[in-house]
Every structure is written in C-alpha cells, then in structure tokens.
C-alpha cells in the first residue's frame, strides 16, 4: 500500500515526463525487429544484384539506425532527469513517514535498520524502474513484435516461437518462486548485521574499557557468516536455473533456425526473409540470455521489496492526535492527569492510575526510586508516549485533542542524556527557536546569568561543530545548550530529566542557576535527587511503584 502510494503520488507530479519516457521505448522494436528486417532485404537485393535497391535500403538502414540511436539517447536523457527526482522524491518521504509515525514512541525505532531501509529503498525502487522498462517494456515489445513478424511469414513458425515464449515464462516463474526466499534471508540478515554494527559502534567506550574488542569482532564474524551462507544458497539456486535457461534456449535456437531453413528450402520465403528471421533469432538467443539475467534481478529485487514492505508494514501506526490548542496560556498552563496507566509490554504497568495536579507557575520534583515512573510521566506530558488509560488535561483540555506541535511548543523536555546535532554549537542553541536570534543576543544572553566560565567558552565555539552528539562538549554544557533553548524560546513548562546527575560541583552550579532563571516566567518540573535542586521546589512528588505516594 505505502509503495502504490509513493509511486502514484510520484506519477502524478511527474506524468508527462514519464509519459514521454514511455514514448521513446519506441526504439526497441525498430532495433530488434525492424532493422534485422532490413539486413535481410539488404542481403537478398545484393544476391539478386538489384544495387540500386540495395542501396536505397542501405540508406534506410543507416536512417534507421540513426533515428535508434537519437531516441534511445532521448530516452537516456529523460531517464537521467527522471530517476534523480525519484530518489529525492522518495527518500524525503520515507523520512517524513519516520518523522510521522514515531513521534509518539520515537525509542521503539532501530536507527540502524532504519538508516539501512532509507539508504536502499530508494535504489530499491529506481530497480523497479528500470526491471521495467528492461524486463516488461523491452521484453515485451520484443516478444510481440518478433512473434508478429514471424507469423506474417509462417505461421508454424510463429507458433513454435509462442509455445517457446511460453516455456521461457514457465521456467522463469519456477525460477523466481525458488530462490525468492533465499534473497528474503539475505536482505534480512544484512540489515540485521547493520542494526548489530551501529549499536557495537555506539558503545566503544564500554568495549574498549572492557577489553572486549575480541569479542564484539566475533559476534560481527558470526553475522557475516549468516549473510556468506545465505549468499551461497542463493547463488546455487541461480546456478541451477542457468543451466536449464542455457538448454532451453539453445534448443529454441536450434528449432527456429531448422524450421526456418526448412521453410526457405519449401521455397516458401525468400533468401532475404531467411536472413532477416536468422538475424532476429540471434537476437532473439541474446534477448533469451538477457532473459537470465533480468530473471535473476527481479528475484534479487523482489526480494529486497518484500524486506522493505515488511519493514513499513511493521512502522508503527498514526495515533490519534488532535487540532486543538491549550486554551488561555496567558498565565501559564495548569496540568492535571487522571488515573493514568501505562505499560511498555501489556503484562505490566509502569504507571499504575497515577493522580496528579500541577498548577501553573509551580515549581515541583517528581523524586523516586529507579523504575518508580517519574519519567516516564515527564515523557508521557510531552507526548513522547501515549498512556494506555486515564487522561491528561492541560488547562482543562484533553491532550489526545491537542496538536503535538502545540504540546510541544507549550512544554520543553530537556533529557538526562541530551544530545546535540553535528552541527555549529550556535545552530545547536537556536534549534528550537521559531524567531531571529544573532550570536550577540546569545552571548549577551549568557553572559547576563553569570556564568562566566560558560560565556568564555561559547564565544571561542560559537562557529564550530560540537561533534557527533556533542561529543566536543562535556555533559554539562551540552545541558546548558538545552537550557538556554529554553530561555529563547520560553515555553510554559520545562521538564528537566536529571539536570545535575554525574557533574561537577562547577557544572551543578552552573545549571542551577539557569534552571532558577527558567522558573521565573515558567512551571519547572524537575525528576532529581539533587539536594540543591530540591531545596527551590515548592513541592516534591513521590513515585513508588507506579503510583504516588505523596505529593506535599
């Protein structure tokens, strides 16, 4: 359905294009079979010695031949325009259905299965583009128009020819209904080995100090051996089908050229139609051949395609999100959730009819033990999750009816962990904000909450890139990049996942003073254990278990 989809809607955009494409595939038949038609003409003018008809075919010949040539460089011309759109087309709306589809529970998704999935699919689809224009247009037109030209001339001929076509089909349908499932594997296990190797590349620190390099190069080993098998069953089963297509095909060859020969010495076609018929069934034995190997590819793409239909089969469904805006956020955003379940597997809920009100401009900590569910309730207020039962109301509105770009713009979710793109470290800071800023408001921003340190540092970096993830900055900056988006932007309701957890004393003092700076215009929500931290809240909210304990 997703593919029918991207191709309708690619068609559409692009028909005429595509329409004049189809149009220059006109040379086809005027290279297999009209040409060869001319050659024999040629052949039999020349044994008759009629010169001057020879030549005038002669000139037809090479007119023929040049107007093949200007429509199959059209062809290549349109074809050249035409698939780069594709792929483009494709692979930002591949994208955009991530974006879509995992906006809701964006960690379910394996980033690199994904990234492998972007990078073929549209390589994949250009395939079917091509399979058909070599393997349907071409073959098909060639099939039609020499069984057309043979039966004009004997009748027997062109149905040897048809009954021929017909056991090539047979055989090529047998041939993709073998060895699909060998292609399936394969396309399996690569991704797979992708996904095994991006997670192993993100984790080098743990591998290098942990002297398990060995032991991770073993497990890549014992993946490539899955993709060295599948490889070998695969290409055995191809081997067994080239044997068979090779017999067919020189029999076929064998049967026409007799039974032409035969009906030439009947006297019943000239020795030009004889050389036009010997010189098309040569070309017919090389279309045969390429038969093979176009049989072979739509096994191989057939494959890769059912792999990649699975994959978006499985992309998880749109949930249900509203139009609606928080009504009145004029003084802020008051929340109130009501008996609220949620579970990561359907035998266990993480939250167990959780009952909680926070008014706007209040300043709270959710504080628990590990597992308790504090944050999965912060994440369950931006909507990163969708709860399974109960409600959340922001200023009495449901949030199931509100839009996610709303949601979002009203609450800021800053992670235990954030991370930064590999880009400079001002575009890093401004990400979220919808509005001009220059560097100079950003520094005289920062230098404006006293933290000299920070403002020293930035001001050297605001031009470079900050590395994979931020990896050129410490925790604690890359903390403070994600506070002071929030002081850009000013949303109604900062959570803040572990602020201060593994940093210096240097670094706590430097966060807690920008968190203090969020809360005089926003609603803080804070899931800490830090004691500085907890001494600014107007309240601490227990978590055990799934449910709170106390809220005073």
């Given amino acids: 359905m997703y593919l029918q989809e991207f191709y309708l809607d690619f068609l559409k955009e692009h028909k005429y294009r595509y329409i004049l494409y189809l149009f220059t595939l006109l040379y086809i038949p005027i290279s297999k079979v009209g040409i060869p038609h001319f050659y024999g003409k040629l052949i039999g003018y020349i044994n008759d010695k009629k010169i001057i008809k020879a030549f005038h075919i002669l000139i037809a010949l090479i007119g023929l031949w040049f107007l093949t040539q200007v429509v199959h460089t059209v062809s290549n011309m349109v074809h050249a325009r035409f698939m780069p759109k594709f792929v483009e087309f494709f692979r930002t709306r591949m994208i955009d259905n991530i974006f879509e589809k995992y906006s809701t529970n964006f960690e379910d998704l394996q980033i690199g299965d994904t990234i492998a999935k972007i990078i073929k699919s549209p390589w994949i689809l250009e395939d079917v583009f091509d399979t058909m224009e070599n393997a349907a247009f071409n073959n098909f037109l060639v099939v039609v128009s020499s069984f057309i030209y043979l039966f004009l001339y004997s009748k027997i001929l062109g149905i040897t020819y048809a009954f021929s076509m017909i056991c090539v089909t047979l055989i090529g349908v047998f041939f993709v209904n073998e060895c699909t499932d060998t292609v399936q594997i394969s396309e399996h296990i690569f991704d797979r080995t992708h996904e095994e190797i991006e997670d192993t590349l993100s984790n080098l620190i743990s591998i290098y100090t942990s002297n398990k390099v060995g032991h991770e190069s073993g497990r890549i080993k014992i993946l490539s051996k899955y993709i060295y098998d599948t490889q070998r069953s695969k290409l055995k089963c191809f081997g067994k089908y080239r044997i068979r297509f090779t017999i067919v095909f020189v029999i076929v060859f064998a049967i026409l050229n007799i039974l032409s020969f035969t009906i030439y010495l009947r006297k019943d076609i000239s020795i030009a139609t004889l050389s036009a018929i010997i010189i098309i069934n040569y070309s017919l034995l090389s279309s045969f051949m390429g038969v093979y190997y176009q049989t072979k590819h739509i096994i191989d793409l057939k494959g890769r395609i059912e792999v990649f239909i699975n994959y978006l089969n499985k992309l998880p469904k ?106 400079t470290l001002f575009e890093n800071i401004i990400y979220a904000v919808n509005r001009n800023v220059s560097k100079e408001e950003v520094l005289s921003l920062i230098k404006s909450l006293d933290i000299p340190e920070v403002y020293t540092t930035f001001k050297d970096k605001m031009d470079m890139s900050v590395g994979k993830n931020g990896s050129k900055l410490s925790g604690g900056q890359r903390q403070v990049v994600w506070l002071l988006r929030a002081l850009l932007t ?63």
């Fill in 318 to 423: 749109k949930n249900n999100v509203g139009n609606d805006e928080i009504s009145n956020t004029n003084n802020g955003v008051n929340i109130e959730l009501k008996d609220v379940y949620f579970s990561y597997s359907p035998k266990k809920y993480i939250l167990n009819g959780v009952n909680l009100t926070i008014k706007a401009g209040e300043n709270v900590a959710l504080v628990g033990k590990i597992g308790s569910g504090k944050s999965t309730t912060a994440k369950l207020l931006v909507r990163l999750f969708d709860f399974d039962k109960g409600e959340i109301f922001y200023n009495g509105v449901p949030i199931k009816s509100l839009s996610l770009e709303n949601i979002r713009s009203h609450f800021r979710y800053i992670p235990q962990h954030p991370k930064l793109f590999n880009r």
């Fill in 490 to 552: 000013r949303p109604s309701v900062i959570i803040l996942d572990e602020p201060t957890a593994s940093m210096d004393n240097k670094s706590k003092v430097e966060v807690t003073k920008l968190v203090k700076k969020l809360g005089e215009n926003s609603t803080i929500i804070l899931i800490t254990h830090d004691d500085i931290l907890l001494d600014y809240v107007d309240r601490k909210i227990t978590f055990k278990d799934g449910v709170i304990v106390d809220s005073n």
